[in-house]
Structure formats: structure tokens, C-alpha cells
């Protein structure tokens, strides 16, 4: 059974960091791309950022761009979200998934080609 697991979020005041971390079960995290979505509350669930896993393309979307990163950590053999400079806008329960093929030429990560949900990871901007 292909399972993802989440971690890492938190309460981090405005201009903070935290550390996503998705680890995989079943299945190595490797031969796929691996997306982080979010979703607030009263919102849609959006593709925040994407590692591809043939080329090591990335994509994040314009309103973390500049301060998410998204990495692989072989050692761990997670797909890592460096969060800085938190702002009150992201907080959201944060996802990872994974899909068979992406690419960034491909654009930003949909959804609905995602598959392997985790159950998410809170993350929260406040003061």
C-alpha cells in the first residue's frame, strides 16, 4: 500500500521558518515527482510547489516563490519544504503526493494528477 506521511508543521510567528517533510511507505519517493499543495479553510486545494524526478525541475507558485524551497533528501529518503519567511497567508494544512510524470515544462501541479494523498500537516502563521 502506497502511503505518504507528512510532518514538520506548527505555530511559527510571521517571518519564521518550519521544515515539511513527506516520507513515503510502500514505494520509493524517488521514481516519482512529489508536489506540496495547501489548502485554508473555505479554500481550494492549490499546488504550492513540485520536484520532478527525471530532470530535477521545480516549480512553486508565485506567492512562495523566493522563500519556499523544495529539495530531496536522499539520506532520509523525504522530499523536504524549506518555509521562510512565513507570512499569516500561509497558513493551511499542508499535503504531499505524488504523480508518475512531471515535469516543470508541464506547469503548475494539478491536483488532479496527484495521487497517495497523506493526511496533511497544520501549518500556522500568527503572532
Known amino acids: 500500500q502506497l502511503q505518504l506521511v507528512e510532518s514538520g508543521g506548527g505555530l511559527v510567528q510571521p517571518g519564521g521558518s518550519l521544515r515539511l517533510s513527506c516520507a513515503a511507505s510502500?514505494?520509493?519517493?524517488?521514481?516519482?515527482?512529489v508536489g506540496w499543495f495547501r489548502q485554508a479553510p473555505g479554500k481550494e486545494r492549490e499546488g504550492v510547489s513540485c520536484?520532478?524526478?527525471?530532470?530535477?525541475?521545480?516549480y512553486y507558485a508565485d506567492s512562495v516563490k523566493g522563500r519556499f524551497t523544495i529539495s530531496r533528501n536522499n539520506a532520509n529518503h523525504t522530499v523536504d519544504l524549506q518555509m521562510n519567511s512565513l507570512k499569516p497567508e500561509d497558513t493551511a494544512e499542508y499535503y504531499c503526493?505524488?504523480?508518475?510524470?512531471?515535469?516543470?515544462?508541464?506547469?503548475?501541479?494539478?491536483?488532479?494528477?496527484?495521487?497517495?494523498w497523506g493526511q496533511g500537516t497544520q501549518v500556522t502563521v500568527s503572532s
Open positions: 503526493a505524488v504523480a508518475g510524470f512531471w515535469m516543470s515544462d508541464y506547469g503548475p501541479p494539478r491536483t488532479r494528477d496527484f495521487g497517495s
Open positions: 510502500g514505494f520509493t519517493l524517488g521514481y516519482y515527482a
Open positions: 520536484i520532478s524526478s527525471s530532470d530535477g525541475s521545480t
